[in-house]
């Protein structure tokens, strides 16, 4: 079954300053927060249009109505999408809906009963994996081959990386001004721009220090790109920032030199959670070092419960073969 139809807008021609989709895009903090929900409404408003939309800017979001937006989840389900991914598109859904209700494209009551959307709820564990002590040493060690400054860099990216948990958004967007040696912390700013404080090791510090003798001490991105012919990259006077798909591609290059498996900076994360708990660190501070918005999103990175189930089945000896 196919979309109800949406009315035609009387006023096809959406000003930019108006349109629901750009404001609420530009509402995010963050540029890999734009990227993701910018594709979310892309997919979404191809949905409505029946697959011809290949943006969902100037598209008419303060027509949708409750029938409309009950089918748009229903139609979510139906292709397969997880629950984890429909949820992010309903949050999409309603943040953009709601953006058209701030521009008095849409009345309170019609806001209300388009974005009353039950999210799907779900029990799967955590994506990724655990990232063996072993792995990162031979990781650093690819760096520590490297006398460029790309090979400090990377060194110092990887050691915040492993200590802190930080998401690969929250490492690039770091700059110079957060970080703090005499505390070893880095001020972070997490989703919906929250900022929490996280601390590094003493052997992370070193690796800190060596790269800010390779940066130097201007202000800017505490991590930069740095071209072929080894110069940093500047913006403004000081170090450009980098994406955070560039803190991913700097891992996936390192780990390959190293001999080792793939593994991404959320592999990172779920395993900084893991150790933080295996030794016996309180599911309140744990959460308050990841940034989590609720301790029941830590408490699933929680790896003794597993080992305690498999311990139980280690009692168990299967029967050796013999004939009756």
Known sequence: MSLPAVPESPDPAIEPARDPYRVYLDSLTSA?????????????????????????AGRPWHLLRYEHTVRLRALMIERGWSPAYVNKHLVALRRVLREAWRLGQMTAEDYQRAADLPTLDHTRLPTGQHVPAEVVGAALAACDGD?????????????????????????????????????????????RDKE????????????????????????????????????????????APMTGQAVADILTRRLAQAGAMPRTPHDFRRTFIGELLDAGVDLATAQALVGHSSPATTARYDRRPERRRREAVDRITLPASRPL
């Open 32 to 56: 890999e927060s734009r990227r993701t929900m910018r594709g979310c409404l892309d997919r979404l408003a191809a949905l409505v249009s029946g697959g011809e939309a290949s943006s969902g």
């Open 147 to 191: 006398d460029s400054p790309a090979g400090v860099r990377d060194a110092a990216l990887l050691a915040v990386l492993y200590s802190t948990g930080c998401r690969r958004a929250e490492i690039a967007g770091l700059t110079l001004a957060d970080y703090d040696p005499g505390a070893r912390s880095l001020r972070v700013r997490g989703k």
């Open 196 to 239: 929490r404080m996280v601390y590094l090791t003493a052997q992370a510090v070193g690796r800190m220090e060596r790269w800010l003798a390779v940066r130097g001490r201007p202000a800017g991105a505490l991590f930069c790109p740095i071209n072929k012919h080894g110069f940093l990259r500047m913006r403004g006077g000081g170090p």
